[in-house]
């Protein structure tokens, strides 16, 4: 068994490492390929940690065979439980949203649909929804696509355009790429724009996000997030004509390369956390993580 465990250690260890390398090759990916993937092999190894301690006391403990039964058939119901959380925190986040409200959503999130389509069509609620563009990839513009397509009134605004629109919006609401321990979160870059607006203009913000990505990192600042941040605090020559002799394409796609791809926001500019666990203060996510982990 203690061969098991530190082979299950050393996996999980080189996945991490992986990690860290595959955000320096795709830094359009960077936080997919970091920030949930720690959350990931986190609670995966504290599964297996707590399963075969529990297994090992039982009186169901017998062979190395008998174990793995037993965490496979564990894991099973884990999964389970994990791929309805989208939908438990969309039926939650839904609860936030007024009739007649103006929404602001940052980009395209696949648990912010999921909030949306949940009060529109089964809370037959009716709202409209403000979308910001999201460069460098522009994901917004799929999201407005989609919420058209589902009868949703919709329209993207600028990024850059987030504080002229903030005072017609009455809420906001985000997604997360991950939860950390003080209840911020860290998301597609902009977000914590967004969030400074909306805390000056007295806006509430909603993060919604999956309990699976609650992860065991405590970023001081934005460059203490668990990813590859390029250095953008460097020039070019002035006599570099970069973009009199390179392409659209090829600028935008040099921008997406020497940005970050996702940003911290601290928990005091998050009003509440709407999860599958339910509504968490920020303050709260340590205490759900202690109940993961201990």
């Known amino acids: 068994m203690s061969e098991f465990m530190q082979t299950l250690e050393k996996a999980a260890q080189s996945i991490r490492q992986e990690s860290q390398v595959a955000s320096k090759e795709m830094a359009q990916n960077q936080h997919k390929a970091t920030i949930a993937i720690l959350a990931g092999v986190d609670l995966f190894m504290r599964f297996v940690t707590r399963n075969s301690h529990d297994f090992s006391l039982s009186e169901e403990a017998g062979s190395f065979e008998d174990f793995k039964e037993n965490l496979l058939s564990r894991a099973s119901l884990i999964l389970d439980k994990a791929s309805c959380a989208r939908e438990k925190a969309a039926a939650i986040g839904a609860q936030f949203i007024n009739d007649n409200a ?3 959503v940052q980009g395209y999130s696949r648990v912010i649909m999921s909030v949306l389509y949940h009060a529109a069509n089964v809370q037959h609620k009716r709202f409209k929804v403000y979308v910001t563009e999201g460069r460098p990839n522009s994901d917004g513009i799929q999201a407005v696509a989609a919420l058209r397509k589902a009868g949703i009134p919709c329209r993207a605004v600028l990024d850059s355009a987030v504080g002229y629109i903030m005072d017609k919006v009455d809420m906001v609401f985000v997604g997360a790429e991950g939860v950390v321990e003080n209840g911020g979160i860290v998301n597609k870059i902009g977000t914590f724009q967004i969030a400074l607006v909306a805390k000056a203009l007295g806006k509430p913000v909603y993060a919604v996000a999956e309990s699976y990505k609650f992860v065991r990192v405590y970023p001081l600042n934005q460059y203490d997030i668990p990813s590859e941040t390029p250095e953008i605090v460097t020039f070019t020559s002035r006599r570099r004509k970069s973009f009199s002799i390179t392409t659209n394409a090829e600028t935008i796609e040099e921008l997406a390369l020497s940005n970050p791809s996702v940003d911290y926001t601290p928990p005091q500019y ?13 303050s709260g996510v340590s205490d759900e993580l202690i109940k993961l982990y201990v």
Request: charged letters at 5%.
């Open 270 to 282: 998050i009003t509440l956390l709407l999860t599958d666990l339910g509504v968490l203060t920020p």
């Open 102 to 104: 103006v929404v602001l």
